[in-house]
């Protein structure tokens, strides 16, 4: 691995000028240890002020218990703010009211009617770039490379290499051709050696698939 790049297993992974470390960005992957987060190698996540768990301030309500998971795949980038909403946030909504009666008492909360069943997953895949609060809500599924703008709040299936925004967040635009979009999924440049990344840096941020497959090909 490079000298100069950080392992993924750094927490501080931003150097400032004077050699101390930045304190509000962390790789996920070093500073959660949370049994329902799985996360990927080199996802960030920076805040203004550094929370004293991070899991807790990005997701409030995945308890260690919840049965869902969150799931973010590798070199995902989070700005201060967002917050991913999991599915043990849910109240029912399909009777006559919502109010959640067992966890208040009345005897155990496991299978009492005014609790919903389990929820799903919430899933973000590879190279996500999510904007300054926005919000992920239970069981959102984002593909790779896609954009979240600020303040966005997303549910369900989002196409990969999309630009989201809004509320409801939906998708603005598409980064590249759909022809594009398989190359690169099919080139899986996040799984390569950190050393081949960082020699193809010009041609990952600059969008030269070509070269990038003649990479992959060598």
């Known amino acids: 691995m490079s000298r100069d790049f950080p392992a993924p297993d750094t927490i501080h992974p931003v150097r400032l000028p004077g050699g101390s470390r930045h304190e509000g960005t962390v790789f996920l992957k070093a500073a959660i240890a949370h049994p329902r987060w799985q996360v990927g190698a080199y996802s960030y996540a920076s805040a203004h002020v550094p929370p004293a768990d991070w899991a807790f301030r990005l997701a409030p309500y995945l308890y260690d218990f919840s049965p869902e998971r969150l799931i973010i795949g590798r070199f995902c980038q989070i700005a201060d703010g967002v917050q991913f909403i999991t599915a043990s946030a ?3 909504r399909d009777g006559l ?9 009345g005897g155990p909360a496991e299978s009492r009617p005014s609790m919903p069943p389990p929820g799903p997953d919430t899933v973000i895949g ?3 770039w999510i904007g300054q609060g926005a919000r992920i809500l239970p069981g959102a599924v984002i593909g790779d490379g896609c954009i979240i703008g600020a303040g966005a709040v997303v549910a369900g299936h989002m196409p990969a290499y999309s ?9 603005r635009r598409a980064r590249f051709a759909p022809e594009v979009v398989a190359r690169m999924q099919a080139l899986c440049w996040w799984d390569w050696p950190i050393d081949a990344i960082l020699a193809a840096e010009a041609e990952i941020c600059g969008a030269d698939i070509d070269a ?5 090909q060598a």
């Open 90 to 92: 849910n109240h029912r």
């Open 97 to 105: 009211s919502s109010f959640p009666f067992a966890i208040f008492g």
């Open 126 to 128: 590879n190279d996500v």
């Open 212 to 216: 990038l497959e003649r990479r992959a």
């Open 163 to 171: 630009v989201i925004a809004g509320n409801p967040g939906r998708v």
